[in-house]
């Protein structure tokens, strides 16, 4: 027990002596570490993973069909924004909004 105690106490001084020569020990707090590796995989991840409302996710794969021979054009375009107002019960702005947010998320690397 007194080489368990012994073996702490040098821990503890010698984590105190380096606090007190400005190096900075925060990166040992594992409640610290945590949080920063959680918040780094939600910068560095794919945006696309991060959609939980349904109605995003369909609107996503109805771009991403579009898009699959290559760009839209201005008919599929249309054709998808009429599909919108009709099918989720939108005006014409909120289907231009998520029309623009479903094709920036297939946009993102």
């Known amino acids: 027990m007194h080489i ?3 073996l702490l106490g040098s821990i503890v001084t010698i984590l105190y002596l380096l606090d007190r020569m400005g190096i ?3 990166g040992l707090n594992p409640f610290y570490w945590q949080r920063r590796r959680t918040w780094a995989k939600k910068y560095q ?7 939980e409302d349904p109605m995003h996710a369909a609107a ?8 699959l021979a290559g ?9 998808a ?3 919108f107002e ?7 702005r ?8 479903a094709a920036h998320l297939l946009g993102a690397p």
């Open 60 to 67: 996503i794969l109805i771009v991403g069909a579009a898009k």
């Open 94 to 101: 909120a289907a231009s909004e998520l029309f623009g947010s």
């Open 86 to 92: 009709s099918s989720f019960s939108l005006d014409s």
């Open 24 to 26: 900075d020990l925060g």
């Open 45 to 51: 991840g794919d945006p696309i993973y991060s959609v």
């Open 81 to 83: 924004l009429e599909q």
């Open 4 to 6: 368990v105690l012994g």
């Open 71 to 79: 760009d839209l054009s201005a008919e599929q375009k249309r054709v």
